[in-house]
């Protein structure tokens, strides 16, 4: 049973949860990230990586939304495998409900700079998945 993600990380996006992927399964919208559920191996090391846990198992009772949601989206948005900085103002948004209706928004992630684990930055976007 894969893991997901689910609203809490609308708006928060700290990607601390992308670089620990063993198969490189998350996915990367405009203002969340998503887990590819047939890519994902269940191993679970990213969902205590997530500050905010967004990250949950498919065995919770979740219904289909968000195992929906996952799969439909990870399979139109890019795939993000290098953590970048979250938005100035995630913090605010950290403790807000209903987050889906208010912001979900089914654009593609940006093609802003993101920063490897030693800081660095980078101007590759994306990791090419092979
Ligand atoms: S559970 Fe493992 S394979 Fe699945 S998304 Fe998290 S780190 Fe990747
Ligand atoms: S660490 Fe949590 S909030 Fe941040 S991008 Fe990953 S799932 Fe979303």
Redesign the pocket.
Known sequence: MPYL?NE??IK???????EVCPVDC?YEGEN??VINPDECIDCGV?EP???????ISDTEDVGEKWLKLNQQYSEVWPNITLKKD?PNDAKDYEEETNKFEKYFSESPGGTDIVKNNNNEITEKRYEEKK
């Open positions: 993600v809490k990380c928060c996006k700290f990607t601390d949860c992308v998350f969340m990230l990213c990586e997530c500050p905010i846990g967004a990250i979250a």
